[in-house]
């Protein structure tokens, strides 16, 4: 309902929306408040107000949760606190290469009955979309107490491929909801900007180390967007001239010498949850292992932060874990620049194992409720 509306050109209209959005994007930041509140905050009329939250209220984006307590008495009704409703939800899949984590969030950022579907490895094709479809049609009638709203898909590589334009053809038109779908890492520095917690900051970098690694930029608190990319590929920066040949065609990107792949195949392990165990019991090769990633990766990164600014630097990713070698390295060489006294702090991200999910639904919010 909320895309078409958007459909909407006139100039009137728009400006209408984009208040409504500012009155969301409050809500989001400063939590639960009045209208009189939000009047002040906005510098729109009381009577405006009014009818903006009646109308979001009528959408059920935001609920009425009780009358705020006044000191002083006063003839009049109560003030009436508003919030964000917590049972708008948006079912959030993240489309991995072995499974995918499917669940519902809603508009603070909360995921509820997250689960992981993995695929058999000798699925391909046609035969792989239609069981990925089965099984979100599975989820949806198992939890048939939740209505979802949207759908927001995330996955990692091109998002142009046939297949995946597939996937959210068939989503359509199976379950009537319009259905949104970005890159995986991209969409989860949308899901750091609205939800982390970091949001504050004006200026981070978000990399996510998997199969490979990837990574998002937010700027003067907008996320970087360029259409004509994938985003930002940190992944494909060179470390090492003529080094280790990579799918992109260069030799020696960091993705060829940090990656979850390469840190299992290189500890002999057969699941991250085995490198965290060897850690927890100092196994030297792993400490090893895991500090030269962050000296790599510190280096890349470092590089980076020279070209462009930022405060933080968020790494997501199971092998990120606390104290992981990884970030306190990646610490290290950051803190070696001395060209300016400004300082960058390289922290964990703020999601767990409901990162996908959460990441899936903020671009399905961007698109239609927020406008970070
Ligand atoms: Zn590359």
């Not at 994007?25 to 510098?43: E, F, P, S, V, Y």
């Not at 003839?75 to 489309?95: A, E, F, M, Q, V």
């Not at 994938?230 to 940090?258: A, F, T």
Request: glycine share 6%; net charge positive.
């Amino acid at each position: 309902m909320i895309g078409k509306i958007l459909n909407n050109n006139s100039v009137q209209f728009k400006m209408k929306q984009s208040n409504k959005s500012l009155i969301l994007n409050l809500l989001l930041t400063n939590g639960q408040t009045t209208r009189k509140k939000l009047a002040a905050l906005t510098n729109l009329t009381a009577a405006t107000i009014t009818n903006l939250t009646n109308e979001l209220i009528n959408e059920q984006l935001i609920v009425e949760v009780g009358t705020a307590e006044s000191k002083v008495v006063r003839k009049g009704p109560k003030s009436i606190i508003l919030d964000l409703n917590p049972t708008h939800w948006t079912l959030g899949i993240h489309i991995r290469m072995d499974r995918m984590e499917i669940g519902f969030a809603n508009l603070k950022g909360k995921a509820v009955k997250v689960e992981n579907i993995p695929f058999s490895a000798n699925m391909a094709g046609n035969q792989l979309l239609d069981f990925k479809i089965n099984k979100i049609m599975e989820y949806i009638q198992k939890n048939a107490e939740i209505t979802a709203v949207s759908i927001g898909v995330v996955t990692y590589g091109l998002m142009k491929d046939d297949r995946r334009l597939a996937l959210v053809k068939q989503l359509e038109r199976q379950f009537h909801l319009p259905v949104y779908m970005d890159h995986h890492v991209r969409a989860m520095t949308i899901a750091e900007r609205m939800f982390g917690s970091y949001k504050d900051s004006k200026h981070f970098l978000v990399v996510y180390i998997g199969q490979g690694i990837g990574s998002g930029l937010t700027i003067n608190g907008q996320v970087y967007s360029n259409e004509a990319s994938l985003g930002n590929q940190l992944g494909h920066m060179v470390y090492m001239p003529n080094g280790k040949p990579c799918k992109c065609g260069q030799r020696g990107c960091i993705e060829q010498y940090v990656s979850e792949k390469l840190a299992l195949e290189e500890l002999n392990c057969s699941s991250i949850a085995a490198i965290i165990e060897k850690l927890k019991n100092n196994d030297e090769d792993c400490i090893h292992v895991l500090t030269k990633y962050g000296q790599y990766l510190g280096t890349v990164i470092s590089s980076f932060i020279h070209m462009i600014y930022v405060e933080k630097v968020i790494l997501g990713g199971q092998l990120i874990f606390d104290n992981s070698p990884i970030l306190t390295e990646t610490q290290k060489y950051v803190d070696q620049s001395k060209l300016t006294n400004r300082q960058t702090s390289v922290v964990r991200s703020s999601f767990r194992d409901d990162a996908g999910v959460i990441a899936a639904a903020s671009i399905a919010f961007k698109k239609n409720i927020y406008t970070f």
